[in-house]
């Protein structure tokens, strides 16, 4: 199993950078694809992006393509997801969550793991 705490979330002006981070616990991170969503009010929550288990494959959804890179340090146990060009659309709780899988997926339905999430807040 591996448990995930996000954090770096905050309150930015549009086109300000954040940078979240996802430290998980457990011995077989690298094991793990990882991604990253995110919820607005009232909306569902969306895929964001995600990263292969090496890190050498990223995926992102259109609305963020360009603008937000993920990565990933296995020796750290931890994921990231640099975040240039902030958007008020962009506002939302971020999650990151963890699949025992070979390849990403921009599915929610195939992560069993999830953090508490962080809050994001982009002001016009």
């Known amino acids: 199993q591996v448990q995930l705490v996000e954090s770096g979330g905050g309150l930015v002006q549009a086109g300000g950078s954040l940078r979240l981070s996802c430290a998980a616990s457990?011995?077989?991170?690298?094991?793990?694809?990882m991604g990253w969503f995110r919820q607005a009010p009232g909306k569902e929550r969306e895929f964001v992006a995600s990263?292969?288990?090496?890190?050498?494959?990223?995926y992102y959804a259109d609305s963020v393509k360009g603008r937000f890179t993920v990565s990933r340090d296995n020796a750290k146990k931890t994921v990231y997801l640099q975040m240039n060009g902030l958007k008020p659309e962009d506002t939302a709780v971020y999650y990151c969550?963890?699949?025992?899988?070979?390849?990403?997926?921009?599915?929610?339905?195939?992560?069993?793991?999830w953090g508490q999430g962080t809050q994001v807040t982009v002001s016009s």
């Open positions: 969550a963890a699949a025992l899988r070979v390849y990403p997926s921009t599915t929610q339905e195939v992560y069993g793991y």
């Open positions: 457990g011995r077989t991170f690298s094991s793990y694809v």
């Open positions: 990263v292969s288990r090496s890190g050498e494959s990223t």
